[in-house]
């Protein structure tokens, strides 16, 4: 017997229908209540059409040291996930050390900028 999955993203938007809250919930989850988040990035395959489909959402609470953060995890994820997929371990670590140094560069600005 196959078992199902449902998760569900709610989105409060402000009169500008700019996200205002995230909330998500996932059925087998263990956990009545929903979870904020500050944002998340969420993507389809589309096999048919060859083509990634993608909603990208922020609150505008998230700080830009928080986008930084969010964005170098989820390239780490993603090299181990693409790893996992294909055994291809001369890639992963390069989107590793690309992820690396993209947060570096970050960091840098941050210090220039004074923040």
Not at 1 to 27: F, H
Request: no cysteine; net charge negative; glycine share 4%.
């Amino acid at each position: 017997m196959m078992s199902q999955s449902t998760i569900s993203i709610q989105v409060d938007l402000d009169e500008q229908k700019l996200p205002e809250t995230i909330r998500w919930t996932a059925d087998n989850r263990g956990e009545d209540d929903a979870s904020r988040a500050k944002a998340f990035f969420l993507s389809f395959w589309d096999g048919a059409e060859k083509t990634a489909l993608r909603i990208d959402l922020w609150t505008k609470d998230m700080m830009v040291d928080e986008m930084a953060d969010f964005v170098y995890q989820t390239l780490m994820t993603m090299a181990d996930t693409y790893g996992r997929a294909t055994q291809y371990a001369d890639q992963v670590t390069d989107m590793k050390e690309f992820a690396r140094d993209f947060m570096g560069k970050f960091r840098k600005k941050q210090q220039q900028e004074g923040k």
